[in-house]
């Protein structure tokens, strides 16, 4: 997505976004390279993260080593989170503002669906994740329907859902959990694996998070939705010109997000053996953390920019961040620093793309 | 959508004369009004306990940090921005001013100013890294969201603060806080709400906020310095933060770590309740007060009738969706002419 030559200044230098001069010298093109590339900025700091920790670890900094068992059951807080970031991603590169700021209500409400279908209808599980991911889906469509078709602003139509949902959520069993026997079995979803030379790695990893990845990688990279997606999020009256379905467009990546949320729902019932009526807005929520991760993973809010590998390597890097800074402070010391560090690396990554963009003119 | 195409301006005037140049209520502050007015009526004569001074104190007081911050918000929001840190903010500023007042015995006029401009200082930062930094607010925001949350948190040690004296009490919900057996809190949003409301009608920078909201390249190009006009927006919020802060804090008592938590989306729904475009360039103080009161009359009317209280977030969610389906219908229209 190079700019056009025109607007490269006439001095002999190579216009901005084009290929490299050949006698570019190796340390400013890995700088460019870096500054550019999301993926790569993120790269080095997942690495340079997990070798701090890691060393701190081998000296005895750490109140527990940081080694590759700890980090494989860290992952185990990184499946909803990267889920409900890929799901953001989804909405965000539709474009026209686009946010789900819903995902936490529908986690809710959708997670309590899944706990009715399971506890007091006796339903057998696999139903079971079948409606209740169809439920988010159908919220996700409420929020499509608003903001593609009514044409919302998607922060205004995904707020006001989000109070519904939740409140619908809170509703739906008078403010109680449902955790009846059954609904605790489920948590057999979620127990170990004992993947060799690794360690225990969560079963939820694979047998929810890798798939929704794949998923999530084929259509927005390798389909056609995917790329009437990026184009109507890049800009959708040139898009409709084009003869793309912009509002179908639109209207399925928000349906995509709610049953992304759906599936959520399914893993968070799982982990806690119970359907909790506030699974999705307890603390800060669902939503805004996934949107920073989302945004840090080099989704452009402004849309049509964004892709699977960056939001995953995010999700990575705040995951092990996060589980290395609960090591190296003792209490809830820990979680603070973690809020900081997430805070901060957010802010900072951004203002690393304003520098890019002033010194190369483009980013990816 | 620039000032000149929400507004009828004279060219606009010549065409349609029965509007006026810049009407004093609009359409969405009257159809609020309108809401606001049935709501009240209906809840007076379905219950006998609505139309009562006491209940009408409560529900005043109880929107007044809301109020007070969306007066804020809405200068932010009508500039294209959005800041949903302010929950953080309110959160630094209780356990700071919480502390001061409990362990020095600071007193009301020196911890209001601390109040005021620690909340400025925060709204600072935001505004800085918006417009000098260059990010997109609502990452700036969520970024401070957390990073204030920390140093709220770290301020707060592991503990509650408890015992806070009553020095904010004429700001209070008590007996002390009331102006003529008004809710001196509500009082002060009127006031500032009702300055602000002039400032931005009638100051030229005031205008300048509806312009760099509209297109900030044409805003720069007129003259306008965008960049100030944008901090200046994060700083009147932050500084709204921390009075609502002082009111938050009131008679006192127990500051829990977790204030303020949720409080951004609360404003926020007060604020394009009352009209205010979520894309910059059109919206009034008046309707985020609007707004704020109809929120307020909500959750004291699930209260009042007995019906569950997870219901008020349930109404909250559609009201916002009739107020703002109501404005885009009324600007379809207005194209369509």
């Known amino acids: 997505m190079s700019r056009s030559p025109a607007t490269a200044p006439t001095a002999p230098r190579p216009a901005p976004g084009g290929p490299p001069p050949a006698r570019e010298p190796l340390p400013a093109r890995l700088l460019r390279i870096a500054l550019t590339e999301r993926v790569a900025l993120l790269a080095v700091l997942l690495v340079v993260v997990v070798a701090v920790f890691w060393w701190q670890g081998r000296n005895q900094y750490l109140v527990a080593p940081y080694d590759l068992p700890y980090l494989a059951s860290a992952l185990e807080s990184m499946v909803p989170v990267c889920i409900l970031a890929i799901a953001q991603l989804l909405v965000v590169v539709s474009g026209r503002g686009g946010i789900d700021l819903s995902v936490g209500g529908i986690v809710s409400l959708a997670g309590m669906v899944f706990g009715f279908c399971v506890g007091p209808f006796g339903w057998a599980t696999a139903p079971s994740v079948v409606v209740a991911v169809a439920a988010g889906a159908l919220m996700g469509a409420l929020n499509g329907f608003l903001v593609a078709y009514v044409r919302f602003p998607a922060l205004i139509a995904t707020l006001a859902t989000s109070y519904a949902f939740g409140a619908l959520a809170l509703l739906s069993n008078d403010n109680a959990p449902i955790s009846d026997e059954p609904v605790q079995e489920l948590h057999e979803l979620t127990r170990s694996l004992a993947v060799p030379g690794v360690g225990d790695v969560p079963l939820q990893v694979l047998t929810f998070l890798v798939p929704v990845l794949v998923v999530a990688w084929l259509v927005l990279a390798r389909s056609t939705y995917g790329r009437s997606l990026y184009a109507v999020g890049t800009n959708d009256v040139a898009a409709l010109y084009a003869t793309q379905p912009v509002r179908r467009t639109r209207f399925l990546a928000y349906v995509g997000s709610g049953l992304l949320a759906g599936v959520v729902a399914v893993v968070t019932v799982a982990q806690f053996a119970s359907a909790r009526p506030d699974a999705g807005s307890a603390g800060n929520g669902m939503a805004l953390p996934a949107i920073t991760i989302a945004v840090l993973g080099g989704v452009a809010i402004q849309g049509g920019v964004g892709r699977v590998g960056g939001v995953v390597v995010a999700a990575l890097l705040v995951t092990w961040l996060n589980a290395g800074i609960l090591l190296a402070f003792e209490g809830s010391e820990g979680s603070r620093y973690q809020l900081l560090a997430l805070g901060l690396v957010l802010v900072l990554s951004a203002l690393l793309n304003t520098l890019a963009l002033r010194r190369y003119g483009r980013i990816s | ?337």
């Open chain 2, 1 to 337: 959508m620039s000032v000149l195409a929400t507004r009828p301006e004279p060219a606009a005037a010549a065409t349609t004369r029965r509007r006026p140049v810049l009407r004093g209520v609009e359409g969405q502050e009257l159809v609020l009004i309108g809401v606001l007015a049935v709501t009240w009526v209906a809840l007076s004569l379905a219950t006998d306990t609505f139309l009562t001074g006491g209940n009408l104190r409560n529900i005043v007081f109880s929107v007044a940090p809301v109020a007070l911050i969306g007066i804020g918000m809405t200068a932010v929001i009508v500039t294209a921005g959005i800041d949903v840190s302010v929950g953080s903010q309110v959160a630094v500023v209780i356990v700071v001013v919480g502390k001061l007042v409990r362990d020095a015995g600071v007193p009301l006029l020196p911890a209001l100013a601390v109040a005021l401009v620690l909340g400025g200082v925060l709204g600072t930062v935001n505004g800085l890294l918006v417009s000098y930094g260059r990010i997109h607010p609502i990452i700036v925001t969520f970024g401070t969201l957390n990073v204030y949350r920390f140093v709220s948190l770290q301020i707060f040690g592991n503990e509650q603060v408890s015992g806070v004296p009553g020095t904010f009490a004429v700001l209070g919900g008590g007996q002390r806080g009331q102006l003529l057996g008004i809710p001196a809190a509500f009082l002060l949003a009127v006031v500032l709400g009702a300055l602000m409301w002039c400032y931005m009608r009638f100051w030229p920078t005031g205008r300048h906020l509806y312009a760099v909201g509209g297109d900030p390249l044409a805003a720069r190009l007129a003259g306008v310095s965008v960049r100030r006009r944008v901090v200046s927006a994060y700083v009147l919020t932050g500084v709204c933060a921390g009075l609502a802060t002082c009111v938050l804090i009131g008679s006192g008592g127990l500051v829990q770590q977790n204030a303020g938590a949720g409080l951004e989306l609360a404003v926020i729904a007060a604020v394009v309740i009352g009209g205010t475009s979520i894309v910059g360039g059109r919206g009034t103080v008046l309707g985020t007060l609007l707004g704020a009161l109809l929120v307020g009359t909500i959750t004291s009317a699930v209260t009042l009738l007995g019906w569950s209280s997870q219901l008020t977030n349930l109404f909250i969610g559609v009201f916002i969706l009739i107020a703002v389906g109501a404005d885009l219908l009324r600007e379809r229209r207005r194209r369509s002419r």
